[in-house]
C-alpha cells in the first residue's frame, strides 16, 4: 500500500538528491528511537490484516470493449460518505445488507493507479479459528460495497495488471493522450497515476534519478505465428516531444520482449498483500527470516499475469516487471559504467526479493547470509553505537543505501523524534518481498511482518485461500520451530525461476531439505521433560556442509511432500506441516471443513490438478476464436476475457468458466 | 505390580516425532515416535561419561550402544511407579502465566480397565499433566473411550438403530457415567474448566446427557469426517450447546503388544524389559491402562508451546 499523506511542497529531483542525507540521518535517528522505544514490547497477539487490490474496468456492451475507469477519487468520495453517514447512524440500506452488526465497516484506501482501488478489513483478524470462516464473506462484501459505489457498467475485478493497459486505441476512460510531463511515457499519460502530488512526484524522480526513463522488457510468448523475431510494434521510434524520447532509439527496447517505459506499467499491479503483528520483536525477526524463502513459491503459485500490453507474455508473474518499474539505479550502481558520483554499485532494485535475514536464531549460519550485501557503513555504525545489534543494523543500513524519492520541504526543517515520517520515507520505498516493520507510533501496534510476493486471484475463495494459509503456516512455524533457512542468493534465484511460464509445474526450486529442528540434546539428564521456564531451549546450530542442506525440489513437492524413499525421509510439505498443526489445536468441524477446502485448493494448484490464473488465461487467449496465434490480445478477445473474469469471479468456476482452476476433473 | 510412566516430553521441538503424512489414516504414529525418540535421547544423556565430555549421537565410542545402557541409569522410581524415561520437574512447565493458555488434556482410557480403577486413572494422569507443566488448571478435559468410534454412515438414516446401542449399550453406558464422574469432580474442583467427550453421535450424546450433572462442552470428532458430519448431530450438538472439535487420534493409541516392543529389548525397544540372553530388566505381563495427552496453546497467538503424551502401563511382578 502506498500510503497517501498530507500535502506539502515536493522537491524536483536535483533538490532532493541534495537533501538525500539529510533525511536518511533524520530517518536512522527516528528509527534509533522507534527501536528504543519498542524493543522490550512484549505479548501483543496475533493480529493480521489482508490487502486486496482492485482494478476498476469499464464495459462498453456496444463496442464490445473494456477499459480502465480512471474514476478512482470519485468512487472513493462516495465510499467515504457512505462510511460516514454509517457512522452517524445512518443508513445506508444497501450496505446494511451486506454488512452485518457489530462488522467494522472495511476500509477503501487510494492507490498509484488511478484505476486501482485498495480494501482492507476494518479491524484486524484474530487467530481464534472462527474468525478465519469470516475472511471470505468479509473480502466478498469488500467488492460488493465497491461495486455499489461504481456505475453500473463498472466492476472491480482482482486480475494483477489490465491486458491491455498502454495500447494504442482508447485503453482508459476518460481518455487522455499520452506522453505528459511527469512519467514521459510513449504508452501512458500522466493522468493514469493517482493525481495526489505524492505519486506523480515519486514517478518523476525515479526517472530523473535514474537518468532516463523505467524499462521494462518482458519476454514474449512465441506462438506458432509470432513474427520472428518479435519488435514490438507499439513502439514510436520517431517521438521527439521529451529527451527521454531518445531512450527507445538507445535501445531500450529489446528484440523479442514487450517493451514498456513507466512506473504506472509496475506499480498498477495488484497484489495480495497479508500482515502479521508478531509477539515481539524476536518473533518478528524469525518470522521475517523464515517467510523469506516462501517467497518465490508462493510467487510461482499463485502465477496470474501472462499478458503484458495486449501481448501474451512468455513469463506468468508480474514481480520483476514492478521491480523494473520503479528502479532508479543509475548506470554507475547498475554496473553499465564506472563508479564515478555513485557511492556503489546497487545488485538489486528498490523492489525486489530480500538480502538480509535479520534473526538471532541458532539456526542462522553465516553461510546463509548474501555476500552481495551492500549496506551504508556510517549508518550501520550510527546504530549499533546507539546499541542495536549488527544484525538488525545491517538490515536499516541496507535499506538506507537508496536515496529518499519524495521529500516535503516542510519536513526539512526540525527532527520530530516522536515521528516517523524520515524513517518511513525509506523503509516504505524498499518494496522487498518481505518487510519488517516496526511499530508506529500508537502504543496499541507491535512489530509486524509483511508477507508480499503473492499474486491477487480472480476471486475472493482464493484469495481467502492463500491469505489463511500464511497465516496458518506462520503458527506451524512458531509452534514446531521450524527452519526454512537457505543461502539468500538461492532465494534470489528462485525469484527469477518463478517468472517462468508455468514455473509452477515444469520447475525445481531450491528449499531446505529437512525444516524440522534438531532436538536439543540432552545433557545427563540436564534438560528435563519440558522447555525450562523462562529460557526457551533452542535447537543447536546445523553443522555439516550448508549445500547438503538444501535441493531442488518442485512445488508439489514443497507444499504436498516429498515421497518417503527408503533413507530419505523426504520433505514433509508445507500443508501436511500446516494439517499437522490443525491436528493439534482445538478446531470445530465447520472451520476444519472450510479450511480443507482451501488447503485443498492450495494443494491441486501445487500438483496441477487445479490449474494457475496465468495458465488459465493463456489458455482462454490461445483458445479464443479471434486469436490469430501471433501474441496478440486483441481488444475483442479481452473483451471477452475480462467478462469472463467477471462471471468467475462471481460464480467461481460454477458456470463452467474458468472450473479448470477450482475442481478437478 | 509397578506402574510404568511412559513420557515423550514436549514433542513440539522434537522435530522427528512430527507425522509425516497426517492426512493418512489416523493414526498413533505420532505417540509411538514420540516415545522411542525421547527413549533414546535420554539413554544418550545418561550414558556414561568418557573423557568428562557427555556422550552425544555424534561422539558414539564403541562398545556403548544404547541397548547396553541400563535402565536403571535413566529412569526412575519412586514408590510403586517406575518413570521411563525420568521426568525432571524441577525443569519442566510453561514459560508464562495460567492465563496465557489455552490448555487441552485428553484422557485417552483403554480397553480391559474397569470404571472404578478409571476414577483413579483420571485423578492420576491430571495430576501428572499439572505436575508436569506446573499449572493449577486446565482448561479443557476430553476423555475417550475404547470402542466409541463415530461414523457418519450410521447417522444417516436416523430411525435406524445405531451400531452401538446393539453392544450391551446399557453396560457401556453406565460405565461410561461412572467414569465421568470422576471428570465432573475435576470440574466442580475447579481443575478442568470446561469438559468433554470424543467420539458420540447425537444417540449416544443425547443419552449421556440425560445422566451427566455435569455436561460435556465438547464432543471430538476424527478430522477424517469433519465434513460429513450429519445435519442432525450438528444441530443437536448446537441446540445443547456443545462445541464440536476435530481431532487425528485412533482410540486404541496403545496396544499391549507396541508397549512390549517399545520397552523390549529388540532393536527398536527401549531395553527396559529383560532379555533372551539372561540381561536384567523388568520381567512380567503388560497393560496398559490410559494415555493422556496435553496441549498449552498460547491464546492469542495460535502457537502450541508444549505438547506432549505420558501413558501408564501396569507389570506384574
Known amino acids: ?665 | 505390580m509397578t506402574k510404568l510412566i511412559l513420557s515423550t516430553s514436549n514433542i513440539m521441538n522434537g522435530g522427528p516425532s512430527i507425522i509425516r503424512r497426517p492426512t493418512s489414516e489416523r493414526s498413533n504414529v505420532e505417540l509411538i515416535n514420540a516415545l522411542r525418540t525421547n527413549f533414546l535421547a535420554s539413554k544418550q544423556a545418561f550414558a556414561p561419561i568418557t573423557n568428562g565430555t557427555p556422550e552425544t549421537s555424534q561422539t558414539k565410542p564403541p562398545g556403548h550402544k544404547p541397548q547396553d545402557i541400563p535402565y536403571s541409569m535413566w529412569t526412575a522410581r519412586d514408590g510403586d511407579s517406575l518413570f521411563i524415561p525420568s521426568i525432571e520437574f524441577s525443569d519442566s512447565g510453561l514459560a508464562e502465566e495460567r492465563s496465557q493458555y489455552d490448555i487441552t488434556v485428553k484422557l485417552f482410557f483403554l480397553p480391559h480397565t474397569s470404571a472404578s480403577k478409571r476414577c483413579t486413572h483420571t485423578q492420576e494422569a491430571i495430576d501428572l499433566v499439572l505436575k508436569v507443566l506446573k499449572m493449577p488448571s486446565i482448561d479443557l478435559l476430553i476423555v475417550s473411550f475404547p470402542g466409541v468410534s463415530f461414523d457418519a454412515d450410521d447417522e444417516e438414516e436416523e430411525d435406524e438403530e445405531p451400531n452401538w446401542t446393539q453392544q450391551s449399550s446399557e453396560e457401556d453406558l453406565n460405565a461410561m457415567i461412572d467414569t465421568w464422574r470422576a471428570v465432573e469432580h475435576l470440574h466442580k474442583e475447579g481443575t478442568a474448566l470446561q469438559v468433554g467427550v470424543s467420539e458420540f453421535g447425537s444417540e449416544r450424546l443425547q443419552k449421556f446427557l440425560q445422566r451427566t450433572k455435569v455436561r460435556p462442552s465438547v464432543d471430538q470428532i476424527n478430522v477424517r469426517d469433519c465434513c460429513v458430519v450429519p445435519k442432525s448431530l450438528i444441530l443437536y450438538a448446537k441446540q445443547e450447546k456443545i462445541e464440536l472439535l476435530t481431532h487425528n487420534d485412533c482410540t486404541n493409541v496403545l496396544p499391549s503388544g507396541t508397549v512390549r516392543e517399545l520397552l523390549g529389548p529388540g532393536e527398536n525397544g527401549a531395553a527396559v524389559l529383560a532379555g533372551p540372553e539372561g540381561r536384567e530388566g523388568l520381567k512380567g505381563e503388560i497393560e496398559p491402562q490410559w494415555v493422556v495427552k496435553y496441549t498449552a496453546v498460547i491464546r492469542d497467538r495460535g502457537v502450541i508451546e508444549n505438547k506432549g503424551y505420558i501413558a501408564m502401563a501396569e507389570i506384574s511382578d
Request: hydrophobic residues 35%.
Open chain 1, 1 to 665: 500500500m502506498l500510503s497517501a499523506r498530507a500535502l506539502g511542497t515536493p522537491l524536483e529531483w536535483p533538490e532532493a538528491k541534495k537533501n538525500a542525507n539529510h533525511v536518511r540521518e533524520w530517518g536512522i535517528e527516528q528509527l534509533l528511537a522507534i527501536w528504543k522505544r519498542a524493543k522490550g514490547k512484549e505479548r501483543d497477539a496475533l493480529r493480521w490484516g489482508d490487502e486486496i487490490e482492485y482494478l476498476v474496468v469499464a464495459f462498453d456492451e456496444e463496442k464490445r470493449k473494456v477499459r480502465l475507469s480512471l474514476r478512482q477519487a470519485d468512487i472513493l468520495r462516495d465510499l467515504a460518505q457512505d462510511a460516514a453517514l454509517r457512522e452517524q447512524g445512518g443508513c445506508v440500506p444497501e450496505l446494511q445488507t451486506v454488512i452485518h452488526d457489530g462488522d467494522a465497516i472495511p476500509v477503501f484506501h487510494p492507490e498509484f493507479g488511478r484505476f486501482m482501488l485498495e480494501a482492507t478489513p476494518g479491524k484486524p483478524w484474530g487467530i481464534g479459528f472462527k474468525d478465519l470462516l469470516d475472511v471470505e464473506p468479509n473480502m466478498k462484501s469488500r467488492r460488493v460495497i465497491a461495486k455499489d459505489h461504481m456505475k453500473s457498467n463498472e466492476y472491480p475485478i482482482t486480475l494483477t495488471t489490465f491486458p491491455r493497459l498502454g495500447t494504442k486505441d482508447d485503453f482508459i476512460t476518460p481518455y487522455f493522450p499520452p506522453s505528459g510531463e511527469r512519467l514521459r511515457s510513449q504508452f501512458l499519460p500522466d493522468e493514469i497515476a493517482n493525481p495526489h502530488i505524492r505519486f506523480p512526484t515519486l514517478a518523476a524522480n525515479i526517472r530523473s534519478r535514474r537518468g532516463r526513463k523505467v524499462e521494462i522488457n518482458v519476454p514474449i510468448f512465441k506462438d506458432k505465428n509470432t513474427p520472428r523475431p518479435f519488435m514490438d510494434p507499439t513502439i514510436d521510434f520517431n517521438l521527439h516531444k521529451w529527451p527521454e524520447d531518445d531512450d527507445v532509439r538507445n535501445g531500450a527496447a529489446k528484440p523479442d520482449h514487450i517493451y514498456m517505459d513507466a512506473m504506472a506499467f509496475g506499480m498498477g499491479s495488484c497484489c495480495l498483500q497479508i500482515t502479521f503483528q508478531a509477539k515481539n520483536i524476536t518473533e518478528g525477526r524469525r518470522l521475517y527470516d523464515q517467510l523469506s524463502p516462501l517467497g518465490p513459491i508462493m510467487l510461482a503459485l499463485t502465477a496470474a499475469t501472462p499478458i503484458y500490453k495486449g501481448f501474451l507474455a512468455d513469463t506468468d508473474v508480474r514481480w520483476n516487471q514492478i521491480s523494473r518499474a520503479v528502479d532508479d539505479r543509475t548506470p554507475e550502481e547498475l554496473g553499465e559504467v564506472p563508479l564515478k558520483n555513485d557511492r556503489w554499485r546497487i545488485p538489486k532494485s528498490r523492489y525486489a526479493s530480500n538480502s538480509t535475514y535479520i534473526s538471532q536464531d541458532s539456526q542462522l549460519r553465516k553461510e546463509y547470509m548474501d555476500p552481495d550485501l551492500v549496506v551504508d557503513k556510517d549508518l550501520k555504525q550510527r546504530l549499533m553505537d546507539g546499541g542495536m545489534d549488527d544484525l538488525l543494523a545491517a538490515h536499516f543500513a541496507h535499506l538506507f543505501i537508496r536515496d529518499p524519492l519524495v521529500i516535503f520541504a516542510e519536513d526539512l526543517k526540525e527532527l520530530d523524534l516522536t515521528k516517523t515520517d524520515h524513517f518511513e520515507n525509506l523503509q516504505s520505498t524498499n518494496w522487498q518481498h518481505i518487510r519488517f516493520k516496526p511499530p508506529p507510533p500508537d502504543k496499541d501496534t507491535g512489530w509486524r511482518v509483511e508477507f508480499r510476493p503473492m499474486e491477487i486471484q480472480i476471486t475472493d475463495f482464493e484469495n481467502a485461500a492463500f491469505a489463511i494459509f500464511i497465516v496458518l503456516i506462520t503458527r506451524a512455524i512458531l509452534s514446531f520451530d521450524l527452519n526454512f533457512y537457505i543461502p539468500i542468493p538461492l532465494t534470489t534465484q528462485n525469484m527469477e525461476t518463478a517468472h517462468a511460464r508455468n514455473a509452477v509445474l515444469d520447475h525445481k526450486f531450491h528449499f531446505r531439505n529437512d525444516p524440522l529442528p534438531a532436538r536439543p540434546v540432552k545433557i545427563n539428564g540436564a534438560s528435563g521433560t519440558t522447555t525450562p521456564a523462562g529460557q526457551p531451549s533452542r535447537p543447536p546450530t546445523p553443522t555439516g556442509p550448508v549445500s547438503d542442506e538444501h535441493s531442488l525440489m518442485t512445488i508439489n513437492e514443497i507444499m504436498n511432500g516429498q515421497s518417503q524413499s527408503h533413507c530419505q525421509p523426504g520433505f514433509p510439505g508445507l500443508i501436511p506441516l500446516v494439517e499437522s498443526y490443525l491436528n493439534s489445536v482445538n478446531v470445530d468441524v465447520e472451520t476444519r471443513c472450510e479450511l480443507a477446502r482451501y488447503l485443498d485448493l492450495i494443494g491441486k494448484r501445487a500438483s496441477g490438478q487445479l490449474w494457475t490464473g496465468a495458465k488459465w488465461i493463456r489458455h482462454f487467449v490461445r483458445e479464443h476464436n479471434d486469436y490469430e496465434g501471433d501474441s496478440v490480445v486483441s481488444e475483442g478477445v479481452n473483451y471477452d476475457l475480462v467478462k469472463a473474469v467477471e462471471e468467475i469471479t462471481e460464480r467461481e468456476g460454477k458456470s463452467g468458466v474458468g472450473v479448470e482452476m477450482f475442481r478437478a476433473r
